[in-house]
């Protein structure tokens, strides 16, 4: 399913850097010479911010007013540490050190030449400036969408503050106090962050403080970087504004309440509101899903799949009650599905497929009323299929297979009127087909391939006009095929190979006329080639070897134009090989070895090898014991 990205704004990512005494914010995008205009403008703040500070006696100078004024930098690491290195400075002169400016101390620069004045806020900015003209243009091709984020432990330094915040959080039982308190989790990190270093700088008490926390905790559990200890290396492809003084509602992946911006509905806004979707998909999200996740109490949709998570699905998760869209797939996540889900009675589609995920299906999950979609395939877990006898009416995909499933198809599985796409292939399934099945009138998709299933094939395909792919192969299925197995006209794939069929293929094949794949090898098929084969016109891969078919091969087989493959062999097929074969213009591999052909393969034929796309031919032209002559042959049996 497609999603539609966000957009991004022309601002780069913020970069923070977090250090024990100072800390500097930078924003990249602008040039070398707005850069050069806006750090003259600062220097010339902190300057009259210092002249005020020695007028009024007070030398100190605070912490949040230096935060304030410190100069904006090129998001580089080196345009940082200038930066950073210029407001230390400032910090060293407010307490008192001489500069040797007219033989006061700096702050006193009110009292120097204008001439000393600007020679010494040439000497501040000098370095910054060179540094951010190298930086500027020997990065200006760098993906501004990833945010760069390094962290360092730090003293705090708006105590006051962080104890509000971390108080909030312990109220909400969102995170536990000894993860609050290790500074290496990233519960400490999201707390620190919010406390002295995000821009935004909300309100203690503020509606969306927690969800901003919940989403800041999440960074720090899957952005892994060289710095945090991991020889993983940075990751996420993505992430437009997260960890910056933007609201969430900017933030890459973040989808808040629709308001009317500039005459039409969005969803992004610079604001902080209720997250209602968060989707990250395919974003190089490494490390794991923290808890904290529940903060998003209105939560919808949360899409976190093709990433390359790790440990479990949080139980929490079950506290998310309005939670309709679940989307975890194709991660490295272990453990159980958490029987909490089951809570969220308003879930509609939860995939969780291309995992490591075992154990059993929770029965909690029979309880969902308006499931429409249910994915654990490609996980290793086992037990009996689930039912799902609250959702039967809005059920349209089940996604089953690919695990290690034992026991029956549940009969229950007919009840379900709108499912369109049913798998439960790659299993340990046995019994029979159930003919209950015959009531799925919207089936598009069935794939029942590679488990146990014993009997015949039931004759349930009447009323399903849209089946489209049947895959029935790796069984112990036996008896012949079923009558109306042919007669379902939208059918492009059918599988029925490696079983134990019998009898012969139906004179009705034709009917199949947008077929594309037929494979009934491996069987114990008897009879002949039916020639209505030739109506199959849009027909491209034909095998039907390994059975106990006779006769000739059809003229009539040279009208299925599209044909690229045709495997025949081992079979007790005799006669000739037909001219007609050479109008298979698309033909590339042909095998007919292990018959009883005789005479030679038709020049029309080993024309294909020369003018056309043929490049594999074998049948029985061994020189000793060979029954045809192919002058074009590959390969020759036996």
């Not at 049913?422 to 089936?443: C, D, F, M, Q, W």
């Not at 004759?459 to 895959?471: A, G, V």
């Not at 009898?503 to 094949?509: D, K, L, N, R």
Request: hydrophobic letters at 35%; aromatic letters at 10%.
């Amino acid at each position: 399913m497609e999603r539609a990205a966000d957009t991004v704004g022309d601002d780069q990512l913020n970069e923070i850097d977090f250090t024990s005494d100072n800390i500097s914010i930078a924003t990249g995008g602008s040039s070398s010479s707005s850069h050069r205009n806006k750090s003259l403008k600062r220097a010339q703040m902190i300057m009259d911010k210092i002249s005020s500070h020695s007028m009024s006696g007070d030398h100190r100078g605070s912490n949040e007013e230096m935060y304030n004024l410190a100069p904006q930098g090129n998001g580089r690491s080196m345009g940082r540490a200038s930066d950073a290195m210029l407001l230390a400075e400032g910090r060293q002169h407010l307490g008192g050190r001489h500069d040797g400016c007219c033989g006061r101390p700096f702050y006193f620069v009110a009292g120097c030449s204008k001439r000393r004045v600007l020679v010494l806020i040439a000497m501040l900015l000098l370095p910054t400036l060179i540094i951010t003209f190298f930086a500027t243009y020997a990065t200006k091709d760098s993906d501004a969408k990833t945010p760069q984020v390094t962290i360092m432990d730090g003293q705090i330094l708006y105590m006051e503050r962080y104890n509000s915040i971390r108080a909030n959080i312990l109220q909400s039982g969102f995170s536990k106090q000894d993860q609050l308190d290790d500074i290496t989790s990233a519960q400490n990190k999201a707390l620190h962050w919010l406390s002295d270093y995000d821009e935004a700088v909300m309100d203690t008490d503020h509606i969306a403080l927690l969800q901003r926390y919940a989403l800041a905790t999440f960074f720090f559990s899957t952005y892994i970087t060289e710095a945090s200890g991991s020889d993983l290396g940075s990751s996420w492809t993505r992430g437009d504004h997260w960890m910056s003084g933007k609201g969430i509602c900017m933030w890459y992946g973040v989808t808040c309440p629709t308001r009317l911006f500039e005459g039409r509905d969005t969803n992004h806004y610079n604001d902080n509101a209720d997250v209602l979707s968060l989707n990250l998909t395919a974003n190089a999200i490494q490390g794991t899903i923290p808890d904290e996740v529940v903060a998003l109490e209105n939560l919808l949709k949360l899409d976190l799949g093709r990433n390359e998570l790790m440990g479990t699905i949080p139980a929490a998760l079950g506290d998310l009650l309005d939670l309709a869209n679940l989307y975890l797939i194709e991660n490295d996540l272990t453990g159980t599905l958490p029987e909490e889900l089951g809570n969220c009675e308003n879930m509609r589609n939860m995939h969780v497929g291309g995992n490591q995920l075992s154990g059993t299906i929770p029965e909690t999950y029979s309880d969902f009323k308006y499931l429409e979609s249910f994915g654990v395939d490609e996980n290793y877990f086992e037990g009996p299929l689930p039912n799902f006898y609250y959702s039967e009416e809005s059920m349209l995909i089940l996604y089953l297979d690919e695990n290690m499933f034992e026991g029956e198809i549940p009969a229950s599985y007919g009840d379900m009127p709108n499912l369109f796409d049913l798998r439960v292939a790659k299993n340990k399934l046995t019994g029979k087909i159930p003919p209950e099945l015959s009531y799925l009138k919207h089936l598009e998709i069935l794939y029942l391939d590679e488990n146990k299933f014993s009997g015949t094939i039931p004759d349930i395909f009447s009323d399903m006009d849209r089946l489209e792919e049947l895959q029935l192969y790796k069984n112990e299925l036996t008896g012949s095929i079923p009558p109306t197995l042919v007669e379902l006209e939208a059918l492009r794939v059918l599988y029925i190979d490696s079983n134990k069929l019998t009898g012969t293929i139906p004179e009705t094949i034709g009917l199949l006329d947008d077929l594309t794949t037929l494979y009934m090898y491996s069987n114990k098929l008897t009879g002949t080639i039916p020639e209505t084969i030739g109506a199959m016109k849009n027909l491209m891969d034909f095998q039907i070897y390994s059975n106990r078919l006779t006769g000739s091969i059809p003229d009539e087989l040279g009208q299925c134009f599209r044909l690229e493959t045709v495997y025949i062999e081992d079979n007790l097929f005799t006669g000739y090989i037909p001219a007609t074969l050479g109008e298979l213009d698309h033909l590339k591999s042909f095998r007919f070895y292990q018959n009883r052909f005789q005479g030679q393969v038709p020049e029309e034929v080993c024309q294909l090898t020369s003018y056309h796309r043929l490049d594999f031919i074998a049948g029985d032209c061994g020189e000793d014991q060979g029954t045809i002559d192919c002058p074009c042959c590959d390969e020759c049996y036996p």
